[in-house]
């Protein structure tokens, strides 16, 4: 069998697509209040640029980019910005971290749109700022700004554009129903990109478990140029880049490289949609198709929702919950991290909220490690996933580097079949925690060290300064002693 | 008499030039070690160590007499590369966690400067008569403020996780 697996490793856990996989998108009515995070993309947090009291249109900047690595944030919706304050973050730690909080007028006026211009004639340095302005990041997940992807490929020689329709979380059917039922303008979003990077060809990558997308988006596709549906077979991890890439085009993308250094580039079927919006009808990204599913949910659906939309509302709109959730994640179930709050709002990068009931979750007591070696045929980095998880829990994080740590995607497979329940991924993830927070910490006494050498530079020179003066002042007295002699008390 | 001048004056200069030839061609370096690991070290003169600056510290650890842990500004970094360094195992997730930083009490600050002019790493900002404020990213956390402060309003306060800085903690045990 696994002669035939298009990459190594990987698992086939239960789908439960079928919750939501048949039902059509929803349309969320607006919410009563919005939190509108400004951060909701890898990078720095985006500057608000609304005060509290100001009246907002729909898709009007409220939020610059900040300093490097950053993406602009809209507002959703028309309505009163009610304060910029801290509110429970989509993020393990529960932190908070501040928003934009909109009182909608329910008017949904949307900002003027510009004359559109075709988009296929603009420069492409154009469309990358287009994009970059529409706040356009990874709707998969990572939530790495795409402009900044896509202007990084431009002048790598990239031949492929590969649109990740794989879904390969269990539960999700976002991008299911998107390519089903709006598989025009994902094929646009596709040779949009195409343009901007000046790639040859398009593959559309879609897991064989989606019968209804590829149907919808080969119907579509039909009279493209140079546009391919690729169907591949149904195996998680598909939907990471490395994997995908190998599946789709047989190449491997060497360790600690990028996708472009096998002249690829890869993005989301959402972000591909969210692309084609902007630039083709100027809209920003507002909005995004959520699955809001899980035993716990009365109705299981996908919801196309503003962004900022509080997730206890988003469940309200499925039916509630049939009784306290054992446990609320944002993201699938595989990758998505536990929230513990239901007051979390939906982000750019979210693509699912799932409340799971007891017996679909397993949480038994970690048993140690019988190196039964199965998380090391279950890696689809080809890593050994018990040789890391054994150096992170004795702190040697050195070693577990040594084994691969940093090209571990973090795809939970390991974990999966670990027949002891060894919380592997989550000692990858300490590990590198605490990998990050040392390299911050050396940066950080680099700098004061700097700070220590230039303060004694003008402690030294403003000694021999004073020194210095005080010669000047003794040769002068030495040639005028009177002068001296009249004034002794400016000595002392 | 001139005859003994003479043969001291011979005898000195013989002498003087044997030893000088000798002082540079025997010439012993310093450990190079110590020049490597006083290098490392964050170079603030702080004296956290118990050593009176970074060099005696670094030639202390290079001897034996000081363990690689013993520099708070460096933290675990600090620690995990002088290890390194010196083939020495530590066990770093036994070493204590986190960084404190020196913080004002802008309600019994009087503006007074003495905190800022001991600060090794210019870390203080404030002038005569106005709130002074410490910033985080240069304190290297060595107290000399805490005990240049007449006022006492100079605490160590922990770090606070941001969503920049957080990560997962460890598993507990299985």
């Known amino acids: ?52 009291g100001s009246h907002v249109l729909k898709g009007q900047l409220i939020a610059r980019a900040g300093n490097g690595l950053s993406a602009p944030v809209h507002a959703p919706t028309s309505g009163i910005v009610a304060a910029i304050t801290p509110v429970t973050a989509a993020h393990p730690s529960g932190m908070k971290s501040n928003a934009i909080i909109i009182k909608p007028d329910r008017k949904d006026t949307p900002v003027k749109v510009p004359t559109l211009l075709d988009p296929f004639k603009l420069p492409r340095d154009e469309l990358a700022q287009k994009i970059a302005d529409a706040g356009i990041v990874g709707m998969g997940g990572a939530s790495f700004p795409a402009a900044v992807k896509l202007s990084s490929a431009i002048d790598r020689h990239v031949e492929t554009i590969v649109i990740n329709g794989s879904e390969c979380e269990p539960y999700l059917t976002a991008d299911d129903r998107l390519m089903t039922e709006r598989a025009e303008k994902i094929i646009l979003g596709a040779r949009l990109i195409r343009h901007v990077v000046g790639a ?18 080969q119907k579509a596709a039909v009279g493209e140029q140079q546009l391919e549906i690729v169907v591949v077979p149904t195996r998680y991890p598909m939907g990471s880049a490395k994997q995908m890439i190998k599946a789709v085009t047989g190449h ?21 949609y969210a692309i084609a919006e902007a630039l083709a009808e100027s809209k920003p990204l507002t909005s995004r198709i959520v699955t809001v599913s899980g035993g716990a949910i009365v109705r299981p659906q996908n919801v196309e929702a503003l962004i900022g939309t509080p997730a206890r509302y988003l469940i309200e709109f499925c039916g509630g919950t049939v009784n306290t959730p054992t446990r609320l994640l944002l993201g699938g179930p595989m990758m998505g991290h536990v929230v513990q709050s239901l007051d979390v709002p939906l982000i750019k990068g979210v693509a699912g909220i799932l409340a799971l009931t007891d017996h679909e979750i397993t949480n038994p007591q970690a ?59 989550h000692y990858f993830q300490y590990a590198k925690g605490h990998l990050n927070s040392q390299t911050a910490q050396s940066k950080r006494m680099q700098y004061t060290r700097q700070l220590a050498e230039t303060r004694q530079e003008r402690i030294d020179k403003a000694a021999a300064a004073k020194a210095a003066a005080k010669a000047a002042k003794a040769n002068r007295r030495k040639r005028s002693p009177a002068k001296t002699e009249k004034s002794p008390q400016g000595e002392s | ?56 510290a670094a030639e202390a650890i290079v001897n034996g007499d000081a363990e690689v842990t013993c520099c708070p500004p460096g933290g675990t970094s600090l ?24 913080h004002i009490n802008s309600a019994l600050c009087t503006g007074c400067t003495r905190c800022y002019k001991v600060c090794p790493t210019d870390a203080i900002v404030g002038a005569n008569k106005q709130i002074h404020m410490v910033i985080n990213a240069a304190c290297t956390s060595c107290r000399r403020c805490v005990e240049a402060c007449p006022e006492n309003c100079i605490d160590m306060l922990p770090e606070q996780a941001t969503l920049d800085t957080w990560y997962w903690p460890k598993p507990k045990a299985a």
Do not use: W
């Not at chain 1, 593959?203 to 209804?212: R, V």
């Not at chain 1, 491997?252 to 989301?268: C, F, I, K, Q, Y």
């Not at chain 2, 590369?81 to 204590?96: E, M, R, V, Y």
């Open chain 1, 1 to 52: 069998m696994a002669f035939f697996s298009p990459f190594r490793g990987g698992v086939h856990p239960d789908s439960f697509k079928e919750l939501s996989a048949t039902l059509p998108i929803m349309r969320l009515p607006i919410p009563p209040q919005l939190f509108v995070p400004l951060r909701q993309h890898a990078g720095s947090d985006a500057v608000a640029i609304v005060e509290p």
């Open chain 2, 1 to 56: 008499m001139i005859g003994a001048i003479l043969l001291l004056t011979l005898m000195g200069l013989i002498l003087g030039t044997a030893l000088g030839y000798a002082a540079k061609a025997f010439h012993v370096e310093g450990n190079p070690l110590v020049e490597e690991v006083s290098q490392m070290m964050p170079g603030t003169q702080c004296g956290q160590c118990g050593f009176a600056g970074c060099t005696p």
């Open chain 1, 200 to 217: 040859q060809k398009i593959a559309i990558a879609i897991e064989d478990n989606k019968p209804n997308a590829i149907s919808a988006m």
């Open chain 1, 367 to 425: 048993s140690p490690c019988i190196r039964c070696g199965r998380c090391v045929s279950a890696c689809p980095m080809g890593l050994v996933p018990l040789e890391m998880a054994n150096r992170s829990k004795h702190g040697d994080f050195d070693g577990a580097n040594d084994y691969g740590l940093s090209d571990c995607i973090l795809c939970g497979s390991c974990a999966y079949v670990c027949p002891s329940h060894i919380p592997l991924v």
């Open chain 1, 252 to 272: 491997e993308v060497p360790a600690g490289g990028r996708s472009s250094d096998v002249g690829v580039l890869m993005h989301n079927v959402a972000t591909a």
């Open chain 2, 79 to 102: 620690a995990a590369s002088l290890a390194k360094k010196l083939g020495i195992d530590i066990k770093l997730d036994s070493l204590q966690e986190g960084v404190v930083f020196a």
